[in-house]
């Protein structure tokens, strides 16, 4: 039995890997602690709440007196860092809270876990550090070993914050380990994204903003197989140690697009090619083989199964995302895509 904080846990990953958590490890006490910045929904977390092993608690990891006071009060014994500014597209309009949260919040934590005591620090980090591959070279794919380098506000944020955290175990002896997965989809998902995004523009009859001719690759996971991952990791994996998480399905972003369109029923005249985001990553691509071999992770979704079951939740649980859509995020939409032409 243990304690664990759950940090970002308000958000679309965070709140699948509390559940998945609740499933798997009823025995262990949950605290999630979360800023509940335009991300966060304490909605998403209202099957939990009254759950007598779990509890909320919302405040900014880069609050440091918060932080000391939390973990004096509570001693956890595993901390999980999913908390971030997670949109690429935010961050290049916008850098500095994505250093203040993902950078000086990560630190924040590490100092809190150093001071009290931890058995365990992991990091929810991203393939995005290692910055993109060719479209040319499909025989390239990122290991463990693969350099940093970073493309976006975001993902450098991401990669200072893995740098500290390989800097607190090999000057601290803090017992961390990082995982860096692809791109992620399932239920919660922030309108914002991809896939959620297209989804609701599609039910609704409105464009399809597409980036440049949609040629980008992108490596998609089902978020409950990444929560599978970081739950082995947590459990089984050797301190010190980075995790790639991925599975080895590789789709274009058209590709997406025209496939989610079909299964609403939707014409493809909806989709509008529309300005490239500025340094767009061209591929992303993880291999697994470590996580594999060392831990016997595999994804268990099939895209094809993922997505139907995406698209299916999103068209059961509409007031989720229409209470977002219809709130502050039509600035943010208009700001974002009104005048891309
Ligand atoms: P999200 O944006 O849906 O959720 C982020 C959560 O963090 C929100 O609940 C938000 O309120 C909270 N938060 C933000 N700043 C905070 C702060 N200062 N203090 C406390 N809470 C704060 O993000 P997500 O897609 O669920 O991503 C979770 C993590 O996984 C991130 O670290 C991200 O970098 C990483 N990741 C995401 C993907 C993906 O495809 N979405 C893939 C790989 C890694
Ligand atoms: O690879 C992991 C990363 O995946 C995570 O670290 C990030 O937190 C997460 O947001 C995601 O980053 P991406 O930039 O890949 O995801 P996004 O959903 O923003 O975009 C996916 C692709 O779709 C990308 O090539 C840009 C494109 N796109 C996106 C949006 C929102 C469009 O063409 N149109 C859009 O409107």
Same mark, same amino acid.
């Given at each position: 039995m243990s304690k664990m904080i759950v940090t970002g846990g308000a958000g679309f990953i965070g709140s699948n890997f509390i559940f998945y958590q609740r499933a798997h *490890? #009823? !025995?262990? !006490?949950?605290?999630?602690?979360?800023?509940?910045? +335009? &991300?966060? $929904?304490?909605?998403?977390? /209202?099957?939990?709440?009254?759950?007598?092993k779990f509890q909320f608690v919302r405040a900014d990891i880069a609050d440091r007196a918060a932080m000391d006071a939390l973990f004096e009060? !509570? =001693?956890p014994d595993v901390v999980v860092n999913f908390a971030a500014e997670s949109h690429v597209d935010r961050s290049i309009e916008n850098p500095a809270i994505f250093l203040e949260t993902n950078v000086l919040g990560t630190q924040v934590l590490l100092d809190a876990c150093r001071k009290y005591g931890i058995g365990r620090y992991h990091q929810v980090s991203t393939d995005e550090v290692y910055g993109d591959l060719p479209l040319d070279r499909p025989d390239l794919f990122f290991t463990?070993?693969? #350099?940093? *380098?970073?493309?976006?506000?975001?993902? /450098?944020? =991401? &990669?200072? &914050?893995?740098?500290?955290? $390989? &800097? +607190?175990q090999?000057?601290?002896?803090?017992?961390?380990t990082i995982s860096r997965c692809s791109n992620n989809y399932g239920p919660y998902q922030f309108p914002e994204k991809l896939i959620p995004l297209m989804i609701a523009n599609a039910l609704a009859d409105k464009p399809l903003p597409v980036y440049?001719?949609?040629?980008?690759?992108?490596?998609?996971? +089902?978020? !409950?197989? *990444?929560?599978? /991952?970081?739950?082995?990791i947590l459990r089984q994996g050797q301190v010190g140690q980075t995790y790639n998480i991925g599975g080895h399905n590789e789709m274009r972003n058209i590709d997406i697009v025209k496939l989610i369109l079909q299964q609403l029923g939707k014409p493809e005249s909806l989709i509008t090619y529309v300005t490239d985001r500025k340094g767009h990553d061209m591929r992303y691509a993880i291999d697994p083989t470590f996580i594999h071999d060392e831990l016997g992770w595999l994804p268990q979704t099939k895209f094809a199964d993922g997505i139907r079951k995406t698209i299916q939740w999103y068209l059961d649980n509409r007031?989720?995302?229409?209470?977002?859509?219809?709130?502050? +995020?039509?600035t943010y939409y208009e700001r974002m895509y009104g005048h891309r032409g």
């Amino acid at each position: 039995m243990s304690k664990m904080i759950v940090t970002g846990g308000a958000g679309f990953i965070g709140s699948n890997f509390i559940f998945y958590q609740r499933a798997h *490890h #009823p !025995e262990d !006490e949950l605290i999630c602690v979360d800023k509940l910045t +335009y &991300a966060g $929904n304490l909605e998403t977390l /209202a099957p939990v709440m009254d759950d007598p092993k779990f509890q909320f608690v919302r405040a900014d990891i880069a609050d440091r007196a918060a932080m000391d006071a939390l973990f004096e009060r !509570e =001693k956890p014994d595993v901390v999980v860092n999913f908390a971030a500014e997670s949109h690429v597209d935010r961050s290049i309009e916008n850098p500095a809270i994505f250093l203040e949260t993902n950078v000086l919040g990560t630190q924040v934590l590490l100092d809190a876990c150093r001071k009290y005591g931890i058995g365990r620090y992991h990091q929810v980090s991203t393939d995005e550090v290692y910055g993109d591959l060719p479209l040319d070279r499909p025989d390239l794919f990122f290991t463990e070993r693969t #350099p940093l *380098h970073t493309s976006s506000p975001y993902s /450098a944020s =991401k &990669a200072s &914050a893995d740098l500290l955290c $390989n &800097a +607190y175990q090999r000057t601290y002896g803090l017992p961390i380990t990082i995982s860096r997965c692809s791109n992620n989809y399932g239920p919660y998902q922030f309108p914002e994204k991809l896939i959620p995004l297209m989804i609701a523009n599609a039910l609704a009859d409105k464009p399809l903003p597409v980036y440049g001719q949609g040629l980008n690759v992108r490596d998609w996971l +089902y978020v !409950e197989d *990444h929560c599978a /991952a970081i739950d082995l990791i947590l459990r089984q994996g050797q301190v010190g140690q980075t995790y790639n998480i991925g599975g080895h399905n590789e789709m274009r972003n058209i590709d997406i697009v025209k496939l989610i369109l079909q299964q609403l029923g939707k014409p493809e005249s909806l989709i509008t090619y529309v300005t490239d985001r500025k340094g767009h990553d061209m591929r992303y691509a993880i291999d697994p083989t470590f996580i594999h071999d060392e831990l016997g992770w595999l994804p268990q979704t099939k895209f094809a199964d993922g997505i139907r079951k995406t698209i299916q939740w999103y068209l059961d649980n509409r007031p989720w995302w229409e209470n977002i859509i219809n709130g502050d +995020y039509q600035t943010y939409y208009e700001r974002m895509y009104g005048h891309r032409g």
